[in-house]
Protein backbone atom coordinates (compact mmCIF):
# COMPACT_ATOMS: atom_id res chain seq x y z
CA UNK A 1 0.00 0.00 0.00
CA UNK A 2 1.01 3.72 -1.17
CA UNK A 3 1.76 5.98 1.90
CA UNK A 4 -0.06 9.28 1.97
CA UNK A 5 2.72 11.41 0.44
CA UNK A 6 3.20 8.85 -2.54
CA UNK A 7 -0.97 8.98 -3.36
CA UNK A 8 0.38 12.81 -3.49
CA UNK A 9 2.08 12.35 -6.64
CA UNK A 10 0.12 9.25 -8.25
CA UNK A 11 -0.98 9.97 -11.66
CA UNK A 12 -4.04 8.84 -11.21
CA UNK A 13 -4.93 8.33 -7.20
CA UNK A 14 -7.10 6.06 -5.70
CA UNK A 15 -10.55 7.11 -4.82
CA UNK A 16 -10.46 9.78 -6.75
CA UNK A 17 -13.16 10.33 -9.72
CA UNK A 18 -12.39 10.18 -13.42
CA UNK A 19 -14.29 11.27 -16.19
CA UNK A 20 -13.91 9.72 -19.30
CA UNK A 21 -15.10 9.30 -22.96
CA UNK A 22 -17.08 5.70 -23.75
CA UNK A 23 -15.94 3.88 -27.32
CA UNK A 24 -17.14 1.34 -29.06
CA UNK A 25 -15.35 -1.95 -28.94
CA UNK A 26 -13.81 -1.53 -30.94
CA UNK A 27 -14.08 1.83 -32.11
CA UNK A 28 -14.05 5.50 -31.81
CA UNK A 29 -15.78 7.18 -28.86
CA UNK A 30 -19.04 7.26 -28.81
CA UNK A 31 -20.02 10.94 -27.84
CA UNK A 32 -20.64 10.56 -24.53
CA UNK A 33 -19.11 10.62 -20.66
CA UNK A 34 -19.08 8.50 -18.15
CA UNK A 35 -17.37 8.72 -14.40
CA UNK A 36 -15.87 6.29 -12.16
CA UNK A 37 -13.37 5.81 -8.99
CA UNK A 38 -10.30 4.86 -9.42
CA UNK A 39 -9.36 1.46 -7.97
CA UNK A 40 -5.70 1.22 -8.38
CA UNK A 41 -2.70 1.87 -9.98
CA UNK A 42 -2.49 2.31 -13.98
CA UNK A 43 -1.11 -0.79 -16.03
CA UNK A 44 0.45 -0.77 -19.63
CA UNK A 45 -1.38 -2.12 -22.48
CA UNK A 46 1.40 -4.45 -24.08
CA UNK A 47 -0.62 -4.12 -27.40
CA UNK A 48 -1.14 -0.42 -27.65
CA UNK A 49 1.83 0.95 -25.02
CA UNK A 50 -1.13 2.95 -23.44
CA UNK A 51 -1.80 2.79 -19.89
CA UNK A 52 -5.05 1.99 -18.73
CA UNK A 53 -6.88 2.93 -15.16
CA UNK A 54 -9.09 0.48 -13.58
CA UNK A 55 -12.51 2.52 -12.29
CA UNK A 56 -15.37 1.05 -10.21
CA UNK A 57 -19.08 2.15 -9.97
CA UNK A 58 -19.10 5.73 -8.12
CA UNK A 59 -21.93 4.50 -5.78
CA UNK A 60 -19.50 1.71 -4.56
CA UNK A 61 -21.35 -1.19 -5.44
CA UNK A 62 -18.64 -3.91 -5.11
CA UNK A 63 -20.73 -6.77 -7.30
CA UNK A 64 -19.78 -4.26 -10.40
CA UNK A 65 -16.59 -5.46 -11.67
CA UNK A 66 -14.01 -2.64 -12.69
CA UNK A 67 -13.52 -1.04 -15.92
CA UNK A 68 -10.56 -0.80 -17.87
CA UNK A 69 -10.26 3.18 -19.31
CA UNK A 70 -7.35 3.94 -22.00
CA UNK A 71 -5.21 7.15 -20.75
CA UNK A 72 -6.46 9.01 -24.09
CA UNK A 73 -9.96 8.89 -23.15
CA UNK A 74 -9.64 10.11 -19.63
CA UNK A 75 -11.39 13.90 -19.93
CA UNK A 76 -10.93 14.94 -16.24
CA UNK A 77 -9.70 13.83 -12.99
CA UNK A 78 -10.94 15.26 -9.21
CA UNK A 79 -10.72 14.33 -5.61
CA UNK A 80 -13.67 13.65 -3.24
CA UNK A 81 -17.40 12.82 -4.42
CA UNK A 82 -18.99 12.48 -8.00
CA UNK A 83 -20.85 15.73 -8.70
CA UNK A 84 -25.01 15.17 -7.80
Not at 29 to 48: E, H, K, N, W, Y
Not at 65 to 80: H, R
Amino acid sequence: MASPTEDLYDEYPVGWVLTYRRRRTPGPPIGSCAIGVVLGPSVRDPSTGSDRIPLGPVDGDAGIPAIWVSEQDIIGLAPGSPPE
